[in-house]
């Protein structure tokens, strides 16, 4: 990691971008993310103190985006215990627009709105990981940025219809993808400086680093998922198994969503996913738990949704309807109830045998069942769109 942070990509080394500056500010990923910032966070931190900047000048922002707040035994456990103690470590607050900078408009249109506390800092960096994303294509770079740091005005239009929907804001899709284009746009109005991700295995060892220009070295990272820690199929399976990737991802019905969008790119047409996940803290924030126990249909939720104003958390459940449309969808999931789950309660199941029962049921005598122990953390493809 020492050589990467001295020898970045496309961009001075860490240390030398901090000489002559008083204060940087680093984004995080929070509690939901695997992120191994314990690891990472120690040689960039020595590096902006071997340059000139303060412990003082340091300010860890939790990126949440709209998720709740780290508590602070959580940014213990995302920061590590010692830098928790002797660093500022806060919580970025999304629906507190007083606390953001108003950077403009995108050429989109999407109004810019990001905290105030990183947009003034000297030195912007930001330190998580690449893996597959259900909306953005892959996850880091600029995902630290916004939606991470955004403000709700500019995440709701980021999670609007036009980008759920769009054909390539999928996982794995990075070229013609508007919404990656978008947060780069974003990114670059923050001042993007430096990033440094990493790639993790099945082990969540870290299997890559990336550091430096916060353009160039995010994609040789997705260059490097796409072709080393991808796993290709060849040809569609009739059903899937999968998983929310166990803690932390699997906290909430919120995120295990992304354990089936995930999934379905490797199914037949009309094909079954049961996903298993243990969501301990029940269904998600407030605003999505409202939406799951309203839901009928998705087909009906999808409608509802077509000229309305943006809402929060709407998109999660959007992603799913649109898979829901096309695949069958079932769950165990022991932390959510058939009360909160709304016109999903017919497809929850109280134990994992009753699931798989479910699952096998009309399936052919011959169907092929892809098992994904590791849920959205793994890259899975069909053989032709292995490198798209």
């Not at 060849?234 to 991802?249: F, S």
């Amino acid at each position: 990691m020492a050589f990467t942070l001295d020898h970045p990509i496309g961009t001075p080394a860490l240390e030398e971008l901090a000489r002559g500056k008083n204060s940087a500010a680093i984004s995080v990923c929070d509690i939901t993310r695997p992120a191994p910032n314990p690891v990472t966070l120690p040689p960039l931190l020595e590096r902006l103190h071997a340059g000139g900047i303060p412990k003082a000048g340091v300010t860890i922002l939790i990126a949440t985006g709209l998720h709740r707040p780290a508590t602070p035994e959580e940014i213990a456990v995302i920061v590590g215990p010692a830098i928790a103690a002797e660093y500022r470590v806060v919580n970025h607050y999304a629906k507190d627009l007083a606390s953001h900078a108003a950077l403009g408009t995108t050429r989109r249109g999407t109004p810019v709105f990001i905290d105030e506390r990183f947009v003034s800092a000297d030195l912007h960096i930001t330190l998580g990981f690449i893996e597959q994303h259900l909306m953005a294509g892959f996850s880091g770079g600029r995902k630290l940025v916004a939606p991470g740091l955004a403000a709700q005005e500019t995440i709701k239009v980021l999670h609007s219809p036009p980008f759920m929907r769009e054909p390539k804001a999928v996982e794995g899709s990075i070229e013609g993808n508007p919404l990656h284009a978008e947060l780069l746009e974003i990114a670059a109005l923050a001042r993007h400086d430096f990033i440094l991700d990493v790639a993790l295995a099945k082990t969540r060892e870290i299997a890559g680093i990336f550091a430096g220009n916060a353009v160039k070295a995010h994609a040789e990272g997705v260059a490097f998922l796409q072709k080393t820690l991808l796993a290709s199929v060849p040809e569609p399976v009739d059903a899937v198994i999968t998983t929310a990737a166990g803690y932390p991802l699997d906290l909430t019905f919120y995120q295990t969503i992304k354990g089936v969008t995930a999934a379905q790119h490797i199914l037949k047409p009309g094909g079954k996913i049961l996903v298993m996940s243990a969501c301990s803290e029940g269904v998600g924030a407030p605003e999505f738990a409202n939406k799951l126990a309203g839901l009928t249909s998705y087909s009906d939720y999808l409608n509802e949704l077509d000229g309305a104003p943006v809402e929060v958390d709407q998109w999660q459940l959007e992603k799913l309807a649109l898979a829901g449309g096309k695949f069958e969808v079932l769950f165990y999931t022991p932390g959510i109830s058939p009360r909160m789950a709304g016109g999903l309660a017919d497809h929850l199941f109280p134990t994992p045998e009753a699931a798989v029962r479910a699952l096998m049921h009309s399936l052919p005598a011959n169907a092929r069942i892809a098992v994904i122990p590791e849920g959205p953390h793994a890259f899975t493809q069909l053989s032709e769109y292995a490198l798209v």
